[in-house]
């Protein structure tokens, strides 16, 4: 059975009491990175030009692992803190001045992009009567300039320091909920991921519905815009 078909038998059980809270994914759900963000490649350049020479791959990897495993350790408060842990993760010195220079491109470049319908979708939400939150990997800065948009929607934003692990792992929804102090079949997920956004919440007892932007996926668990979320909601 594919995922489409897990999702909608598990929204529709006539048992399930009604849906409270809507769950966001934030990542190519309600947010994208621009096509200009900043690259590995270009911190391997701008690094030279000082005389450190790095692996743009060994940046993406220690980027990765700073995601994954110092993130949930604590909140990290913007691209300074966060690059420092990346940084020392790769054992790469870098003076305080050089490090500000690199989250000046992060700034500068990588804010995010509010994605299509994500705003009308989280009014419509809320002036429904939904509780709303995101559930992310992300840091909230990382949303960017454009960031309130979408934060000022949302009465809960569960990235992995509020949670206390990263994204994907089954305490991560298990906390959610706890901190939600709801039974799990009332929260309903919506993402793009098959996996962290779809499987993995309903093996925690949520609701999803996936989000397929590609149009690539189809059945009644699946709406390829936002804006065809009413119909699990309304």
């Not at 940084?87 to 790469?92: C, D, H, N, P, Y």
């Not at 956004?197 to 149009?215: F, K, M, S, T």
Request: proline share 6%; hydrophobic share 45%; charged share 20%.
């Amino acid at each position: 059975m594919d995922l489409a078909a897990t999702a909608t038998m598990h929204f529709m059980a006539p048992e399930s009491p009604p849906i409270r809270i809507v769950a966001f994914d934030i990542y190519d759900t309600l947010a994208s990175w621009p096509s200009g963000r900043v690259q590995p490649i270009d911190v391997q350049r701008l690094l030279g030009r000082f005389g450190i020479d790095i692996s743009y791959q060994a940046y993406e990897a220690a980027r990765q692992a700073t995601f994954f495993f110092d993130c949930p350790k604590r909140e990290i408060t913007g691209w300074m803190d966060f690059l420092a842990l990346l940084f020392a993760r790769m054992e790469v010195m870098v003076s305080m001045d050089l490090l500000a220079c690199v989250a000046a491109e992060y700034e500068s470049r990588s804010n995010m992009d509010i994605l299509p319908g994500a705003v009308p979708t989280l009014q419509s939400v809320k002036a429904a009567g939904f509780i709303t939150c995101g559930f992310t990997t992300l840091p909230r800065f990382m949303l960017g300039r454009r960031g309130h948009e979408i934060l000022s929607h949302l009465d809960h934003y569960f990235d992995a320091s509020r949670v206390g692990v990263a994204k994907g792992a089954r305490q991560f929804y298990e906390r959610i909920t706890a901190a939600l102090g709801v039974p799990p079949s009332q929260i309903l997920a919506v993402g793009d991921d098959p996996l962290c956004d779809v499987q993995l919440p309903i093996e925690a007892g949520w609701r999803a519905v996936l989000l397929d932007n590609r149009a690539t996926a189809s059945g009644d668990g699946v709406i390829h815009s936002l804006d065809e979320l009413k119909r699990f909601i309304s």
